[in-house]
């Protein structure tokens, strides 16, 4: 709430999914700061209708003309994902960063929206023990660093689910039915992943029931024919399946749907918040799983060594970046700039194969291939490589072990 040193709110975006939370933030905000709320709804492929948002949002008092619904899955995955994905991030060896790519996207958008609607304030629905709070609210400084920001979940005073729903109830806000008693997990979906965390997720030592799982099939259930496509890249992003071009949206969903398909993407982690604690999560990347291998099968024959360790060094702190919420630091778009430069020969067609769970890649080509089976082959007649070039080229490599070990030897 406003204190004596700060001005009355007047108008304030809020980040609405149309569920209960979000709205009792909506009306909240109406109640306790009596401000005009403008409502923003992202569409990012998490696969739910967004309509409902809409008409919940006008029956909540919003205006037609205060109410923000956009499809943003193009941009989410051309602008965010794909350049995520030519750093080959992973975040603590295992996790592919879907929750957190997507959170800079819309605070942008909301940021873009309070310019337009002459907002002087912005509100997210995340909890105070979460990563997601300092996602959005680093996102709303790095783009407008005087925006005010509200954040629910550490003003208000509600101290339990029954005096959420009381005051929902009190307000006339519909409380569907699975919603009066506890979820047994929360879940975050996009274009790019599902997480499912809490309740019967909390306990590390017990596995998840598989009726978590949403984006994908048990392994176990998998077919027993493996399947094998290709998957073209242009400058390290991918552009078409089995030759088939594809916008960078649609490419994903079929991805998704090779992985759903074969039991691809699934991960059961802890991992560490940015806030100090430790985090249980079930997570499934069918289509960002299958990406991460292709990628890397590309850069395989076409990234010059040196290139592609010095990658894999500055890839743990990309990832940390973008999984703390420093999508919008000048840290970030100057590696962003070194991985971008990186790939501009990454072109070609790599072949996948799925089965089970696993991904394999099977094949690799490329006009800009490093690879130089003169160089390689073990067959005799060869002359573009003299073996006995090698005998030097240990010998200095072993000068600094051998001095050592007379030392030591002397010792």
């Known amino acids: 709430m406003t204190s004596p040193t700060e001005k009355p709110v007047k108008k304030v975006v809020l980040a609405y999914s149309g569920g209960l939370d979000t709205?009792?933030?909506?009306?909240?905000?109406?109640?306790e700061y009596n401000a005009e709320v403008v409502t923003f709804t992202a569409d990012l492929g998490q696969g739910e209708e967004l309509e409902p948002a809409r008409k919940k949002a006008e029956l909540l008092g919003i205006k037609p003309e205060n109410i923000y619904i956009e499809d943003l899955r193009e941009e989410f995955v051309r602008d965010f994902v794909f350049p995520m994905f030519r750093a080959n991030t992973v975040y603590e060896g295992q996790y592919?960063?879907?929750?957190?790519?997507?959170?800079?996207?819309?605070?942008?958008?909301?940021?873009?929206?309070?310019?337009?609607?002459?907002?002087?304030?912005v509100?997210?629905?995340?909890?105070?023990?979460?990563?997601d709070q300092v996602r959005f609210e680093l996102g709303y400084y790095g783009l407008e660093p005087d925006i005010r920001v509200i954040a629910p979940w550490r003003e208000w005073d509600f101290a339990s689910r029954e005096s959420l729903l009381a005051f929902a109830e009190q307000h006339q806000i519909p409380i569907a039915k699975d919603k009066r008693g506890d979820a047994p997990f929360s879940v975050d979906a996009n274009l790019l992943h599902s997480s499912s965390e809490g309740k019967v997720l909390e306990d590390p030592a017990v596995e998840a029931p598989e009726f978590v799982y949403q984006r994908t099939i048990a392994p176990e259930a998998a077919p027993d024919k493996a399947e094998v496509f290709t998957i073209?890249?242009?400058?390290?992003?991918?552009?078409?399946?089995?030759?088939?071009?594809?916008?960078?949206?649609?490419?994903?969903?079929?991805?998704?749907?090779?992985?759903?398909?074969?039991?691809?993407?699934?991960?059961?982690?802890?991992?560490n918040r940015f806030v100090g604690m430790k985090s249980r999560g079930v997570y499934e990347t069918p289509g960002g799983t299958i990406l991460l291998a292709a990628h890397r099968g590309i850069e395989s024959i076409t990234l010059d060594r040196g290139a592609m360790h010095l990658k894999d060094e500055l890839m743990p702190k990309y990832a940390s970046l973008?999984?703390?919420?420093?999508?919008?630091?000048?840290?970030?778009?100057?590696?962003?700039?070194?991985?971008?430069?990186?790939?501009a020969k990454v072109t070609g067609r790599v072949t996948v194969?799925?089965?089970?769970?696993?991904?394999?890649?099977?094949?690799?080509?490329?006009?800009?291939?490093?690879?130089?089976?003169?160089?390689?082959?073990?067959?005799?007649?060869?002359?573009?490589?003299d073996h006995r070039d090698a005998a030097g080229f240990i010998k200095l490599n072993a000068l600094r072990l051998r001095v050592a070990a007379k030392r030591d030897l002397r010792g």
């Open 23 to 31: 709205s009792i933030i909506l009306k909240w905000l109406q109640t």
């Open 96 to 121: 592919l960063l879907g929750t957190s790519i997507a959170r800079p996207l819309i605070a942008k958008k909301q940021i873009e929206i309070a310019r337009k609607v002459g907002a002087d304030a």
């Open 123 to 131: 509100c997210h629905g995340a909890t105070g023990k979460g990563n």
């Open 232 to 271: 073209d890249f242009e400058k390290g992003d991918p552009v078409a399946i089995n030759g088939e071009a594809l916008s960078p949206a649609a490419l994903l969903t079929k991805l998704n749907q090779l992985g759903h398909d074969n039991g691809v993407g699934r991960l059961d982690l802890v991992e």
């Open 322 to 343: 973008v999984y703390n919420g420093f999508w919008f630091s000048p840290e970030r778009e100057m590696l962003q700039a070194a991985i971008d430069y990186s790939q």
């Open 353 to 385: 194969k799925l089965y089970k769970g696993n991904v394999t890649v099977i094949g690799r080509e490329s006009p800009y291939s490093l690879y130089d089976q003169d160089l390689v082959t073990f067959e005799e007649g060869k002359v573009a490589y």
